[in-house]
């Protein structure tokens, strides 16, 4: 009903940057599986819509801003599911909808705009509660769909890829995407494969907290999150990275954008810069889609 198309595709990054010719570059392409459904969304939604289908809930409740990645991905799957879904969104848009709200629209979602100081305790257990009370038989969603079942389905893009890569990066945001890497990783018994987060806000320390929170053992090594590449904080961008985020489309062919796969590519244009990665590294970028949010 849904046609994602996985596995997804893996293909060779060409770049002209002077340090890349010492490693292998490869792109796992997450922003092809759907026309509407950003990569990793979709991945991390599966086995809750699953789920929620199975046990035929009616209404799923999440939350997000107005530009969220996931509730465009969720309300798209929804509708086609038939499952109604509310949606919590940070700030009022009421005067001035986003394209990402427009789409909600029309996909008949309902949406109630929260203050930021009401959207602010989107986490907190008796928040929460309140809204489980108002709607029982409703499945609620957290922001950015980072949940424990969450991580089965982002365990997949590992599972897909059989090939060996010693190095993995990836945008940070909610850290599902992450947390079900590093458990995919653990599970594989791919230990030596590194896993690098390029955190795309400022959250130093909170993000750990974040992706250690979403694993059943703190105790995973080999990850850890780059927090020099988020250009001041979440969707802040400068001219130097929207024109990086232009260079790249025409040399490489991929759109990426300044929210998260911009901030990742620039990422590893630096660390190779500064001679991070040992000669011989094969390095994987997860593309995560994203651009319906750059409309
Ligand atoms: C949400 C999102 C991320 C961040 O993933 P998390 O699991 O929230 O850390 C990365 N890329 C894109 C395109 C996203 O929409």
Known sequence: MLNIVTPSVLQPLCVDWA???????????DDLIHPIISGNKWRKLKYAL???KQR????IISFGGGHSNHLHALGYCCHQLGIQLLALVRGNYTANPTPMLRDLQQWHSRIIYLDKATYHKRSQPNFIASWQAAHPDALIIPEGGSQALALPGVAEILSEQESDFSHLLVPVGSGGTLAGLIQARQAR?????RLIGVATLKGEGYLEGLVNSLLPDSAYSNWHIEHRFHFGGYAKRSDELINFCDTFKIQTGIAIEPVYSGKT?????QLLAEGYFPRGSRILLLHTGGLQGAR
């Open 19 to 29: 340090d890349a010719r010492q490693v292998s570059l490869y792109i796992k392409r």
């Open 50 to 52: 699953l789920e929620a």
């Open 56 to 59: 035929g809930v009616a209404e």
């Open 189 to 193: 018994h791919k230990n030596d494969l």
């Open 265 to 269: 590519c620039w990422a590893l244009k």
